[in-house]
């Protein structure tokens, strides 16, 4: 892993680092990480996406925040950073938490990652590795030179993606 | 859902007593549950979008204990009441009178027992909210969460009824003072919106 401190993204938030560093979401519950990466540039960008279309929210602003809008929207900034064609992907979180009150409610994490999915799959990027579901949080720490990733929980320790 | 930011001040007041009325209850509930004195903060309410909702637990990292519980009846939504995993353990040893068997996890028993903790909080908080209005209210069983902050917040307002991302929560902090140790817990009441409306007409305030 690199050195320094990773760049934080915040729920509904974004980020795009070339050459190296460390991206990471912290305490993703049915939240979604997106993470693409162009390991021939060394290009790496990752959306901390909290629902999974812009016509549940009232705020369409920020295209990171919806599994909808985030795929196009990282793309096209990876490219301002040099990018090419062979980004790929990998995808974390999507978790349902309190299972036993969930009952037949809205399982958020489920849409959100049917809907990463399906945003991934429209946009022509192969999806290379996922660490979704279950009934925990998760953070994950995404290395952008190697676009090698972390995935730690309080459940199941550390391991990589 | 728009109607959420236009809410009147005498509307939010209201409301906030509301809030005031059912913590009240909940600390004297707590309070006689632990034999401690336990001190509520005045009520406080986020109408925001969910990633703007301001941290309750510096680290969004941090691990906490959440006990989630549903209402139903003439109101719908849910109350949370969170600690931070350290609390969780002391207030456990505390109800349950022996010590922490070690480690940083809760055992079977203690979780039990902050189950049993939010199970009583809410249910005074319910209770105190019902004979107050006059509505019918009817919590849900509990369920517990334990683990990061962040995962367990987001989850709480999202995951439940509303498809919506604005999040309505009148939030009350319990202080307990323990050997000169403060102990903080929050308590968090989410209401549906639908429910919102029915809160106000039943304080006559629609």
Same mark, same amino acid.
Request: proline share 16%.
């Given at each position: 892993m690199s050195a320094g401190l990773p760049t934080h993204v915040p729920v509904a938030g974004f980020a795009v680092l070339r050459d190296g560093g460390v991206l990471s979401s912290v305490g993703l519950g049915s939240c979604v990480a997106i993470m693409l990466h162009d390991p021939e540039a060394k290009v790496g960008a990752m959306a901390h996406v909290? &629902?999974?279309?812009?016509? &549940? /929210? &009232? $705020?369409?602003? =920020? %295209? !990171? =925040?919806f599994a909808s809008t985030a795929t196009p929207f990282l793309v096209d900034e990876m490219r301002r950073y040099? !990018? +090419? /064609? #062979?980004i790929v992907a990998r995808i974390v979180g999507g978790a349902s938490m309190f299972g036993p009150l969930l009952g037949s409610g809205v399982n958020m994490g489920e849409r959100n990652i049917v809907a990463v999915r399906e945003g991934l799959e429209r946009a022509g990027i %192969? &999806?290379?590795a996922e660490d979704v579901g279950g009934d925990y949080g998760r953070s994950v720490f995404f290395d952008v030179a190697t676009g090698a990733v972390r995935v730690v929980s309080m459940r199941h320790g550390e391991h990589a993606l | 859902m728009q109607e959420l930011l236009t809410l009147r001040p005498e509307q939010l007041d209201a409301l906030r007593e509301v809030a005031n009325i059912g913590a009240g209850h909940a600390a004297t509930a707590l309070s006689q549950m632990t034999g401690q004195t336990i001190m509520i903060s005045v009520p406080t309410i986020n109408i925001t979008p969910l990633e703007d909702?301001?941290?309750?637990? +510096? @680290? %969004?990292g941090e691990p906490v204990a959440a006990v989630l519980m549903q209402m139903q009846g003439d109101l719908s939504g849910r109350t949370l009441l969170v600690f931070p995993q350290g609390t969780a353990i002391r207030l456990a040893e505390i109800m349950m009178k022996r010590p922490h068997p070690g480690g940083v996890d809760l055992s079977e028993l203690e979780q039990s027992a902050i189950k049993e903790a939010g199970n009583i909080l809410s249910g005074a908080y319910m209770n105190a909210l019902s004979d107050f209005m006059g509505l019918k209210l009817l919590p849900s069983p509990p369920s517990l969460a334990m683990d990061m902050s962040q995962a367990v917040l987001t989850t709480a307002y999202l995951q439940? +009824?509303? $498809? #919506? @991302?604005l999040v309505f929560c009148v939030e009350t902090e319990f202080v307990m003072q323990d050997a000169g140790e403060k102990l903080r817990g929050f308590f968090l009441l989410l209401p549906d919106v639908s429910s919102l409306r029915a809160i106000l007409r039943a304080m006559r305030l629609d």
């Open positions: 909290l &629902l999974p279309h812009e016509s &549940l /929210s &009232l $705020d369409r602003t =920020k %295209p !990171a =925040k040099g !990018a +090419g /064609s #062979r %192969p &999806l290379l | 909702v301001p941290p309750h637990i +510096g @680290d %969004p439940f +009824g509303s $498809d #919506r @991302d």
